[in-house]
C-alpha cells in the first residue's frame, strides 16, 4: 500500500520551497506532485502542512561503540539516536572492542544493525589490526564482508609507509581510505587546542599542525597511489588550505567537517568542563572561520557529526583523562539550521545538500535525493517551533554535549527509511491519531 505525505514543503530544483506531494511506495519514492493532488480512497495520508520534507541525512563519521563499549552506546540506540536526528544512512567508526579489523565483527556490525531495524548503517574497517599502526588488515575480505571504506579513526596512522601502503591496497580495491589526521608526536597528552584556555588552565595545547601535517602528507600519498583519500573531520585552517591545493591539482581527497568545528571555537569553552573535550579540539576563531569558508566553497565536501558517546563516569575523569568526544546525531540539523540559515548566512538548500546529497555522491551511495525512483529515505523538519537542547531527553546513551541550554529550531519530527517511518515526534503521533491514520 502506498503512503502519500501530504502538502509538505519540498525544495525543487531551483532550491525554492513548493507545497507537494510525495507518494511512497514499495521502499521507494513513487511520485512528487503538486500539493493535493495524490491523495485517493485507502492510502495512507500523512499531513505534512508548513514541515519541510528532505531527503534523510547522511552522516559518514559516527561511533557505535558496538562491540564491546555498549554501557556508552549499542548500534540500537546509536541508530535510534540517529533517526531521532533525522539521519537514515550512517557509516560507523572501527574502534570498537574488538576493533573491527575481521570480516567477523564487520558482520556483527551488520547483524545488529539490521536486527535494530533503524537506519542503514554502514561499517568502516580499520586500515591497521587492533588500530596499532603496526599490520594493515585484510583489505580485500573486509571489502567482501561489506567494510566500505578503511579507517584507523581515533587514532592517526603515524608511519607514512604505512598510509601508502594501506592506499594501494584501498586504490586495486577501488575503496577510499578515511584518514584521522594526528601526528602524535606533536599532541603528547594535551586536553584541549592551543590557545588562550589551554594557557588559562596552564594545559598543554594540541597545536594545528598536529593535524595539518598528516594531511598534507596524505595528500602526496593519495597523488602518488590515485586512491580516493578522504579527511576526517577537519579543523584547522592550515588542513584546508592543504586539501584545496589538492582538489586544484587533481588529487582525488575529499573532506568533513563537524557541527562543533563550524560552531565553537577555543575561546567559548566556558571552564574546564569535559563536555567540551572532543578529538581534534575546538580551535581559534580563525579555523572556526577557515571552516565556514571552506565549507560553503566546496574545498569540504559534506558535515559529519563524530557522533562520540561516552558514559557520565568516564566524563567525570576532568579534562587530562577524560575521553575526547561529545554526541552529535540529535542536535546536529537544527544547530546548523538555527546559526546559519535562520540568520540569513547561509541557503537553505546548501546546508541540506552538504547533508545529503553531498556525502552521498563522495561515497557512491544510492541515497540523498528526494525524487521518484529513489530510495524512500526522508526526514520531515519542523522549522519553526524552539526548543531548548534537553540531554536527558536524548535517545542516545550519552549526555556529552557543550550544547545543553541552546534554543534551537528546526527539529526533524519524523523520519522514514525504505518508506518505513522508523521514528516520528510526538506531536506528528497525535497528528496521526486524530485523523485516524497510522504512518506504518
Ligand atoms: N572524536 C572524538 O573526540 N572521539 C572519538 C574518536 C575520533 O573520532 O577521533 C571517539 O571514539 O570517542
Ligand atoms: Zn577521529
Known sequence: MAVIITNASVLNSEGQPERM??????????????????????????EAEGKLLIPGLIDMHVHLRE????????????????????????????????????????????????????????????????ELGEELTDFAALKEAGAIGFTDDGVGVQS??????????????????IAHCEDNTLVEGAPVAEGAFAEKYGLKGIPN???????????????????????????????????????????????EVCPHHLLLSEEDIPGPDTNWKMNPPLRSRRDVEACIEALLDGTIDMIVTDHAPHSAEEKAKGMLLSPFGIVGFETAFPLLYTAFVATGQWELPLLVKRMTEDPARVFGLNAGVLKAGAPADLTLID???????????????????????????????????????????????SKKDEAGLSAD
Request: with cysteine; hydrophobic share 40%; glycine share 10%.
Open 383 to 429: 522549522l519553526d517551533t524552539e526548543r531548548e537542547v534537553n540531554p536527558d531527553d536524548f535517545a542516545t546513551k550519552g549526555r556529552n554535549t557543550p550544547f545543553a541550554g541552546w534554543k534551537l529550531k528546526g527539529w526533524p519530527v519524523a523520519t522514514w527509511v525504505d518508506g518505513r517511518q522508523v521514528w516520528s515526534a510526538g506531536d506528528m503521533e
Open 21 to 46: 506531494d510525495v507518494e511512497i511506495k514499495n521502499g521507494i519514492i513513487a511520485g512528487i506532485a503538486e500539493a493535493g493532488s495524490l491523495k485517493a480512497a485507502g492510502q495512507e495520508v500523512i
Open 209 to 255: 599542525e598536529s593535524e595539518a601535517i598528516h594531511v598534507g602528507r596524505d595528500i602526496l600519498l593519495a597523488e602518488a597511489t590515485g586512491v580516493h583519500y578522504h579527511v576526517c573531520h577537519v579543523s584547522t585552517e592550515q588542513s584546508i588550505r592543504l586539501i584545496r591545493l589538492g582538489k586544484q591539482i587533481g588529487v582525488k581527497v575529499t573532506a
Open 160 to 177: 607514512a609507509q604505512m598510509m601508502k601502503d594501506a592506499m594501494k591496497r584501498a586504490a586495486a580495491l577501488n575503496m577510499p581510505v
Open 67 to 130: 562491540p564491546g563499549f555498549e554501557h556508552k552506546e549499542t548500534i540500537e540506540t546509536g541508530s535510534r539516536s540517529a533517526a531521532k536526528g533525522g539521519f537514515t544512512t550512517i557509516a560507523c567508526m572501527p574502534n570498537t572492542k574488538p576493533v573491527t579489523d575481521s570480516p567477523e565483527v564487520v558482520s556483527l556490525v551488520l547483524g545488529k544493525a539490521r536486527e535494530a531495524g533503524l537506519v542503514k548503517v554502514l561499517p568502516y574497517a580499520a586500515i591497521t589490526k587492533n
